[in-house]
């Protein structure tokens, strides 16, 4: 059975963009506990299920060479959040703000990634060249933002943003084989005999 990596796909591909439009600033795919000192780490923190695409679509059915049909489950969308944190470290705190809006302009310049934005190894199991994505940056309270931080002990507290990517549409690995329906057969009982008279 083929791997999927289209979350790792999503995760290199804004990892990439990063890099590509902020020189001289770190950036690397971490979480945010002890990155070192002037440094950008995005942080996949949280993978949910579409809610508004859960239920759209239906599977498809693609007729096989010798007649039977092969019904395709939908593809399972999901959301993912990730968190954009700059770490100063030793470094002068004006300098980690200074990246950070650097990488919030370049996230909202490319809101839209699609098309040699895109990165994947393998489109048959990852990115296509037809996937479309947004990233939206998405406040939360303090609150949770102190949650998510808590899972990092002993770790102080620098200043993040949050995104959301979406769509990330993960296809279906399962296929089923059916044979097509070629006839109908009707039977009319007695009371369907007497109305056709």
Known sequence: MARDQTIKDV???????????????????????????NRLTLFLYKVLENPDLKNAGS??????????????????????YYLLTAHSGTANLLEAHTALSRAMRVFYDNGILQGSLLR???????????????????????????????????????????YLVTPVAIE????????????????????????AS
Do not use: C
């Open 120 to 162: 994947s190894d393998d489109p048959s199991t990852g990115l296509t060249q037809d996937s479309v994505l947004r990233i939206t940056l998405t406040p939360i309270s303090m609150e949770d933002m102190t949650r998510i931080w808590s899972v990092f002990p002993d770790t102080p507290y620098e200043i993040s943003v949050t």
């Open 59 to 80: 599977p498809t059915l693609t007729p096989a060479a010798d007649g039977t049909l092969i019904e395709t489950l939908k593809p399972l969308t999901l959301d993912l």
């Open 172 to 195: 279906s690995a399962r296929a089923e084989q059916s044979a097509p329906v070629v006839d109908q057969f009707h039977e009319h009982g007695q009371l369907g005999a007497e109305l």
């Open 11 to 37: 995760s290199r591909t804004l990892l990439d963009l990063l890099k590509a439009n902020l020189s001289g600033v770190a950036v690397d795919l971490l979480s945010p506990k002890h990155p070192g000192s």
